[in-house]
């Protein structure tokens, strides 16, 4: 008899649907127990005939109704985990769930682990550890780029590309063994180049795909952008509408921001962290001083910098760059305050620090607005990688460490082969590969391995 998990399967927190999922050898018997239809228990005849349907009725406790619910009922081996399977489709109100889920305990069932309803489904075959793993990326997912990149391994483009491997490697290794068994024999087979072309193929392709992996993994990283220039030039109010709240105070006196702030936030599924700095400046208070070294840091480590200038005062280009010309060159200049923007200012200033410096710059002003979803549109363009999610693969770092090694052993049956060794020897290299590639969706019975894998895992998935 398996035993029999149940969990909350939607998020925790109120909501119009909450989801609580059973499975195993007591599903059946469960829920008989806790199902009324027109005050009347249903009947296991009911439930084999409506499998798989959306059945309306009420989750009872103790005789009592407790929510009316949608119910669904998934027989062995038709269901997710390959089980037998239930979903109960209560209201999402999180104290009648955790009442429900306590009645589905007293009935039979134990709290699942992280991860377990996957694992049961890996363990019966219903999927493989790259799907497994790719589920587990989909909910996760901070990003579009990390959500596309997800959805293409949940469609199968890891299993795809390592079954190729595989497949290309299982060649090789039978024209390897055909040529040892059958050397005698008056048989032709491929050339030495020929297999060394294959064999070469074969360990670019895994090279691509760890490059491919890596550029993936950078464009699904966090970005910082950091707000910096010189006190009352409005990095605060700009840090302030970027993340729609007031994180930053937000004064006319010089040095109100003695520290930097950080607040996380995603600009069109692009992760950000948006980091405000204190204002640049001659200061004889160590506090000050502190605060603006940190800002500093922060702005030399940044992806993209936005320095802010006040636009509101006269324009002083030997002053400007003198106070910027460490941190100038590449920067996204932000040229605030334009609806107060003072006589000295005009456009040709402006072009011209564009084309001298190298900065972008874009004119905004926090009191009014006004150029704000323009500088969105400039930093989103700084931020996006001229990759797309098209070409690319994410693997994981087990994926990955696999790929590796049959990179490692094809690199090295490459180099025997230069050396005109016999077949028998570089062989036990290409077994080696084979080996690594069935790690990749084959079947794992390292406990270890599989609890790391699974442990990433939220409970009810």
């Known amino acids: 008899m398996i035993d029999t998990i149940a969990a909350l399967s939607t998020a925790q927190g109120p909501g119009a649907i909450g989801i609580l999922r059973v499975s195993g050898s007591l599903v059946l018997p469960i829920s008989l127990a806790v199902l009324e239809k027109n005050k009347n228990p249903i009947t296991e005849s009911f439930l084999q005939n409506h499998k798989r349907s959306a059945i309306f009725c009420d989750f009872v406790e103790n005789g009592k109704p407790l929510d009316q619910i949608v119910f669904f009922y998934f027989p062995a081996p038709n269901s997710y985990t390959g089980e037998d399977l239930a979903e109960f489709h209560l209201h999402g109100n999180p104290i009648l769930l955790k009442r429900a889920l306590h009645v589905l305990f007293e009935k039979g069932a134990r709290p699942a682990g992280k991860g377990e309803f996957t694992r049961r489904a890996y363990l019966n075959g219903k999927i493989n550890l790259s799907g497994a793993e790719a589920i587990s990326r989909l909910i996760e997912a901070r990003s579009k780029y990390e959500l596309e990149l997800a959805q293409k391994n949940v469609f199968g483009e890891i299993t795809k590309l390592s079954s190729k491997i595989r497949s290309d490697l299982i060649s090789l290794k039978a024209e390897c063994e055909a040529e040892i068994d059958f050397s005698t024999e008056d048989l032709t087979f491929e050339s030495l180049e020929q297999r060394k072309s294959r064999m070469v193929n074969l360990k670019n392709l895994c090279s691509k795909l760890i490059k491919d992996s890596e550029r993936a993994e950078s464009l699904i990283l966090q970005s910082t952008v950091v707000l910096y220039g010189e006190p009352n030039t409005g990095k605060s109010s700009l840090m302030n509408l970027l993340i729609g709240k007031d994180r930053s105070i ?191 969706n084959g079947v794992v019975e390292n406990e270890e391995v599989l609890g790391r894998i699974f442990s990433k895992f939220c409970v009810g998935k």
Not at 284 to 294: A, L, N, P, V, W
Not at 319 to 325: C, P, Q, Y
Not at 383 to 409: A, G, N, P, W
């Open 250 to 440: 937000i004064s006319d006196v010089p040095g109100t921001t003695r520290d930097y702030i950080a607040e996380e936030l995603s600009l069109d599924g692009i992760p950000i962290r948006l980091v405000d700095t204190a204002g640049i400046r001659e200061t004889t208070d160590s506090i000050e001083q502190m605060g603006i070294e940190r800002s500093k840091r922060e702005a030399d480590s940044a992806n993209v910098k936005l320095l802010l200038i006040d636009t509101s005062i006269p324009f002083d280009k030997n002053s400007f760059f003198e106070k910027h010309k460490e941190r100038l060159f590449g920067s996204l200049l932000v040229a605030n305050k334009i609806d107060a923007k003072h006589p000295s200012w005009n456009s040709t200033d402006l072009l011209n620090l564009q084309s001298e410096f190298n900065v972008t710059i874009s004119e905004i002003s926090c009191r009014t607005k006004e150029g704000i979803s323009d500088l969105l549109d400039v930093l989103k363009s700084k931020l996006t990688s001229k990759d797309d999610t098209e070409d690319l693969v994410l693997l994981e770092d087990r994926q990955r460490y696999h790929i590796q090694k049959i990179e490692s052993s094809l690199t090295e049956a490459i180099q025997l082969m230069e050396t005109n060794v016999p077949a028998e020897i570089y062989i036990q290299e290409i077994n080696l590969a084979l080996k690594e590639i069935g790690e990749v």
